[in-house]
């Protein structure tokens, strides 16, 4: 049995098991990876704050300040990463991070703040590391898809294990990250191990996706100089989509509480798992548009539609036309629609379309680093300036004026690229002729 479209290699028996196995352990292992980050969230900490902030908000604040410094430096680190290794990288990385929550267990408040900061910046690098077992393939799309929804899955299920330990086994507040962290160590290392044993990709894969290199300092300012204009628009669409992405995520609890769900816990991973499933249905679908042109434009598209059921969704909640729990299931599934595919899928296309030898990691981490500064300053904002309003008058406002702004830079974006890739194919033709 083989797929096969007019010029392009053959989809084999073989390439398809790959495909499967490197998305399911691909999958497995971040979602392993994402319980050492948010189940603490589920912790409120009542009563407690300083400075006038509340307590949580501060530890959510300073581990998204480690994982936005590490975004910034993986920048360099994640595009010059060399293939061999990654496993002892990723070991040591996961291993202080899990010290890091042990430590926050055991010391006083404020001082866990330091350790969420260290929590944070550690497991920034780890979305580069494992998305680099997965680039540069013909089936990228839906491996990256499968990676990209294991986050939305995992952060309703490593909540929900959190709340568990909490009920059922009456495990202190602080200890829940440390905890959480524990159920999941075994499988990480099943997973990870797996994770290694994944193929390199193929002459067909590298013939219709570019190969993919470490980046030098110059491979990066080259890229820069070619493609910036577009690359600044695209930060800023992800900025939004970061910011409306991360306060849902750190404030799931609080926002479900609210609206009357606190006491169900399984309610996180119901959601969540939902979520999980249609969007990696619509991204998977991408790996059947063979050229990459015409995928990479879809995927502009996919990202404007994703804006507008987030946009469309909290307009009706705010004006009591839908009801709470259905507007957090599709403000959440408009968000993902437009937040993975940068996660992913985009900025592989990108570089295939234009057959760049370098990596999405490279991108990527461009995007997260202003991505998670976004989502920290308006968080502070918040914080600061006073606000009294409900998480849940504060964010669907905030979805509204980002999901506008979004589809414009959205169009912009596809607009510019269509352009490069005119200039690029005339160019082409020139040098034919």
């Not at 202190?172 to 075994?186: C, D, K, P, R, S």
Request: positive net charge; glycine residues 10%.
């Amino acid at each position: 049995m083989s797929t096969k479209t007019p010029g392009k290699p053959a989809f084999t028996n073989q390439s398809i098991i790959v495909a499967l196995y490197t998305a399911a352990v691909a999958f497995l292992t971040y979602a392993c990876i994402f319980a050492y980050r948010k189940a603490f969230t589920v912790a409120t900490f009542e009563g407690l704050s300083f400075w006038g902030i509340k307590y949580q908000t501060l530890l959510i604040i300073s581990q998204g300040l480690g994982y936005m410094a590490s975004k910034f430096y993986g920048i360099k680190f994640i595009s010059e990463l060399k293939r061999l290794g990654r496993w002892k990288t990723s070991a040591l990385l996961i291993g202080i991070a899990w010290l890091c929550m042990l430590l926050f267990a055991l010391v006083p408040a404020p001082w866990g703040m330091v350790c969420l900061f260290g929590n944070g910046f550690m497991l920034g690098f780890m979305w580069g590391i494992v998305f680099s077992y997965a680039e540069g393939r013909r089936a990228t799309d839906f491996i990256g898809a499968a990676m990209a929804v294991s986050f939305v899955f995992a952060g309703g299920f490593s909540r929900s294990v959190a709340i568990w330990l909490r009920d059922s086994w009456q495990v202190g507040e602080q200890w829940l990250g440390f905890g959480t962290g524990l159920v999941f160590a075994l499988p990480l290392i099943v997973f990870m191990y797996l994770l290694e044993r994944v193929p390199a990709p193929d002459a067909a894969d590298i013939k219709e996706r570019s190969i993919r290199l470490p980046m030098t300092k110059d491979d990066r300012h080259h890229f820069l100089r070619q493609f910036g204009g577009g690359i600044v628009v695209v930060v800023i669409t992800y900025l939004f989509l970061s910011i409306m992405r991360d306060v849902r995520d750190n404030f799931m609890a609080n926002m479900w509480n609210e609206l009357g769900y606190g006491q169900k816990p399984a309610i996180f991973t119901t959601t969540e798992t939902i979520t999980s499933v249609v969007v990696l249905v619509v991204m998977s679908l991408l790996v059947v548009i063979r050229k990459n042109i015409q995928a990479f434009r879809l995927i502009h598209w996919v990202i404007v539609a994703g804006f507008l059921i987030a946009g469309v969704s909290s307009v009706m909640f705010l004006t009591r036309a839908m009801p709470g729990a259905l507007w957090m299931q599709l403000a959440g599934l408009g968000l993902y629609m437009g937040y993975i595919p940068f996660n992913c899928i985009y900025f592989e296309r990108l570089i295939a379309t234009f057959k760049i030898a370098g990596n999405v990691g490279f991108l990527i981490y461009i995007a997260d680093a202003w991505g998670y500064l976004g989502s920290m300053l308006v968080m502070l904002a918040k914080e600061v300036a006073g606000l009294q309003l409900a998480w849940t008058q504060f964010y669907p406002a905030s979805v509204v004026i980002f999901s506008a702004i979004g589809i414009l830079t959205t169009l912009y974006s596809l607009i510019y690229f269509n352009k490069k890739y005119r200039l690029k194919v005339d160019g082409a033709d020139q040098l034919i002729s």
